[in-house]
């Protein structure tokens, strides 16, 4: 049992009950979209570029069977264009190919075998592009103009004078110096692209209901998309441009999906528009399974990051200037990008308040897979810097690393570096003090600190090293977003046995939605929980209430259950004779919340999360290979609306950001990446786990849901700092980059790998 903020609390929300859909999937009973029967169904693969960039000369067929047929842009009855913040990504390229692996057209037929057979036989001419190829960041800093999809600025208590631009050179060759009263420090960091490795692949299929005119012509009267989705109504808009029928024609049906991380937010709505495109051509039903080379191959990943800081310590070890540069390889479409680019901008300064700051973030465009949401959408690589650059100013002062955050840390009443006002409680300095008691941090880290010079000696012992992050993730959408963008509704519908359906358009992706909500519903009802429905959404019979994203579907969506359950409450019961009894709740931003999205002024996020990570590691000083040998972390998630479930959560992060930090490394060559399989992109396996010691401090939030606040992404955000520091420590010399491989590891120390 995990303590709660001294002991569970029997009877109130936090306290844990069965899962609901717990038995069903691990006795492997869940049906997803790949297990499910549909006679007729077409199967559909991807005719997709194997180099870029190109123009697209022809695509050449061999004499395709009855009942098989190639799509091309020429097929797509509305735009060719997959909509997510604009439609500039295409659903197949009818020229200009931008990156390897990009569709080009689509073949279907009934037999998947022959499909594949037929693929190998398609041959693409491609002709020059007259572009220069852009592959990596560094390519496109090195010209002269390089090809910006946005650039943002930020600055927080900035006077007028000179300030020098950050330090943007290799994150291997930092830069200081000392002047008569201030000790000034240079140095970028960088992290690189990860792989969300859902258990279930891209999955989506594609059916058509259609009138029978007297002349015989047919229109499309419904259709209607099935998959793995984590967002039906971004699903549904992309359809409705790419397809030009009506809403009333579109319907998205969410099945039951096999983990997200935010692969399957935007990327989806390729596939589903793909597939609609198939069936309104065909007139069968078509289905779409990636294979996992395919999916590694062609889907979003996280974005690759260098975020350079240059800052200024007083005499006194104050941070008094900070100026940072954000950049963001954002590969070949802007997809989600300027969204991912704002919460890194918004994070740059982590859980601290600096005297003065001033901020420019950019994503550069290149020629690679787009980049996309993943968990955390931009704030883990922001952490990453500064929490680094924080043990690294900590360093250069002589300080011990927590004992100089301590000094710096976010404060209830302070404001943030957008100007937003930290109304609730922050607790971070009781977090801290639970992390370093259930650690032991302190004694560890003078029993490591003593034997740091064996670092630089050859040996066979292994090196140890402890390091630690301080953080907080914003809970909900950017800003204004929720207001002006998902303006959320929800719906209950109480019958006359008194059961109750919970309408909303968000996804259970493994996360616990499908019994947290329920409990939420049946809490506020005073029922039993079997008395509450949640079923997979339906676009057709629910509201949109937004994306399963962005740590909001406890607080935001499961507060608007909440409401809507205590409006139900104040009515009478329907009768036998009655109908369904239905309400719907309607977003409505708070009211101090104030935003400015054309200068990024005021509430970034109407709440924060907060998280406070230690973590162990040795290293192998042959090998450089490294293991962490321990993690003890600490959350402030408000109330958490199942313990059990979040620890889940938070236990499934930092093993994700252990990964992403250590073993997973997605290299690009030639525009594709080397990695393409689970044999060579490796992600902890259970061995690799170290025992995890997860606390929750309780600070209700008063807007969320009996207290809740965001929870998924938030674990994802420490861990790499707290890693990285460890090791600097074991080892005795700065970290700037992840993934922490040998190789790495070994480059930071020549004098013992030759």
């Known amino acids: 049992m995990i303590r709660h903020n001294?002991?569970?609390?029997?009877?109130?929300?936090?306290?844990?009950?069965?899962?609901?859909?717990?038995d069903e999937k691990t006795e492997g009973r869940t049906r997803y979209l790949a297990d499910q029967p549909l006679p007729g169904v077409l199967t559909a693969r991807f005719v997709t570029a194997d180099r870029a960039p190109a123009l697209l000369g022809s695509i050449e067929t061999p004499d395709l069977p009855t009942d098989y047929s190639l799509i091309t842009a020429g097929d797509i009855p509305g735009l060719n264009g997959v909509h997510m913040i604009d439609e500039s990504w295409p659903l197949f390229a009818d020229r200009d190919i931008e990156y390897v692996g990009q569709p080009l057209a689509m073949l279907v037929g009934p037999d998947p075998a022959v499909v594949s057979q037929i693929l190998d036989l398609i041959r693409i001419e491609?002709?020059?592009?007259?572009?220069?190829?852009i592959v990596t960041m560094d390519d496109a800093m090195a010209t002269d103009d390089p090809d910006l999809f946005i650039e943002y600025e930020l600055s927080f208590n900035r006077d007028e004078r000179e300030w020098p631009d950050p330090f943007l050179g290799s994150p291997d060759s930092p830069v200081s110096a000392t002047t008569s009263a201030n000790l000034e420090i240079a140095e970028a960091f960088e992290?690189?692209?990860q792989e969300h490795v859902y258990l279930e692949t891209q999955a989506m299929q594609?059916?058509?209901?259609?009138?029978?005119?007297k002349d015989g012509t047919r229109t499309i009267q419904t259709l209607t998309i099935s998959g793995s989705m984590q967002c039906p109504y971004y699903v549904k808009t992309a359809l409705s441009f790419v397809t030009a029928l009506p809403d009333e024609a579109i319907r998205v049906v969410q099945t039951t999906t096999g983990g997200g991380f935010g692969g399957k937010e935007e990327f989806p709505s390729v596939l589903a528009c793909a597939v609609a495109v198939g069936a309104i051509v065909t007139g069968r039903p078509v289905r779409m399974v990636l294979d996992r080379d395919e999916?590694?191959?062609?889907?979003?990943?996280?974005?690759?990051?260098?975020?350079a800081f240059r800052s200024i310590l007083d005499d006194d070890g104050r941070w008094t200037d900070t100026k940072i540069d954000v950049a963001l390889d954002a590969g070949a479409y802007l997809g989600l990008s300027n969204v991912v680019l704002q919460r890194a901008l918004f994070g740059a300064t982590g859980a601290y308040r600096p005297g003065r700051a001033s901020v420019r973030a950019r994503t550069y465009r290149t020629t690679v897979v787009p980049y996309g949401a993943f968990r955390g959408f931009g704030a883990p690589q922001a952490v990453f810097a500064s929490e680094m650059h924080m043990t690294h100013l900590a360093a250069a002062r002589g300080e011990d690393p927590l004992a100089?955050?301590?000094r710096h840390l976010l404060r209830q009443d302070d404001h943030t570096l957008t100007g937003g006002l930290l109304r609730d409680a922050v607790k971070l300095e009781e977090m801290i003090d639970l992390a370093v008691e259930i650690s032991d941090y302190h004694t560890r880290r003078r029993e490591y600190g003593a034997a740091v010079g064996a670092a630089s000696l050859p040996g066979t012992a292994p090196l140890r090293g402890i390091g630690v992050s301080v953080f907080s993730h914003g809970c909900g959408f950017t800003g204004s977003g929720e207001q002006d963008v998902i303006k959320a509704r929800v719906g209950l519908r109480r019958h006359a046995d008194g059961s109750v359906d919970i309408l909303i358009a968000n996804v259970e992706m493994g996360q616990g939605a499908l019994t947290t909500l329920r409990k939420v519903v049946a809490r506020t009802l005073d029922i039993p929980i079997e008395r509450v429905s949640y079923h997979v959404p339906d676009t057709a019979e629910v509201p949109d209430s937004g994306p399963t994203v962005a740590s909001r579907t406890a607080m935001v969506v499961g507060g608007l259950l909440h409401r809507a359950a205590l409006r139900l409450v104040d009515l009478p019961a329907p009768t036998a004779a009655d109908p369904p009894?239905?309400?719907?709740?309607?977003?409505?931003?708070?009211?101090?919340?104030?935003?400015?999205?054309?200068?990024?002024?005021?509430?970034?996020?109407?709440?924060?999360?907060?998280?406070v990570n230690i973590i162990e590691v040795e290293v192998d000083p042959l090998t450089y290979q490294l293991r962490p040998t321990g993690v003890w972390a600490v959350y402030d998630v408000g109330e958490p609306l199942d313990e059990r479930i979040v620890i889940g959560q938070m236990h499934g992060g930092i093993v994700q950001a252990l990964g992403w930090a250590t073993s997973e490394v997605l290299e690009v060559q030639e525009g594709r990446f080397l990695q393409h399989n689970l044999t060579d992109y490796v992600i902890p396996g259970s061995r690799d786990i170290p025992p995890i010691d997860v606390r929750f401090v309780s600070n209700p939030y008063e807007l969320g849901p009996f207290g809740a606040k965001g929870a998924g992404e938030l674990p994802f955000n420490?861990?790499?700092?707290?890693?990285?520091?460890a090791v600097e420590q074991a080892l005795g010399v700065p970290v700037y980059r992840i993934p922490l491989t040998p190789e790495y590891l070994a480059g930071l120390l020549p004098e013992v790998s030759s």
């Open 126 to 133: 491609y002709l020059p592009a007259p572009e220069r190829e």
């Open 191 to 193: 992290t690189g692209a």
């Open 718 to 725: 420490g861990p790499a700092a707290a890693l990285a520091g």
């Open 6 to 22: 001294g002991g569970m609390r029997m009877g109130s929300i936090a306290s844990s009950i069965r899962r609901v859909d717990g």
């Open 581 to 611: 009894q239905e309400i719907v709740e309607h977003y409505v931003q708070p009211d101090f919340v104030r935003w400015n999205q054309e200068t990024f002024e005021g509430d970034a996020y109407p709440a924060f999360s907060w998280g």
């Open 404 to 406: 100089f955050r301590r």
């Open 206 to 213: 594609a059916e058509c209901e259609h009138d029978q005119a």
């Open 295 to 307: 999916d590694v191959r062609i889907s979003t990943k996280r974005h690759p990051s260098r975020i």
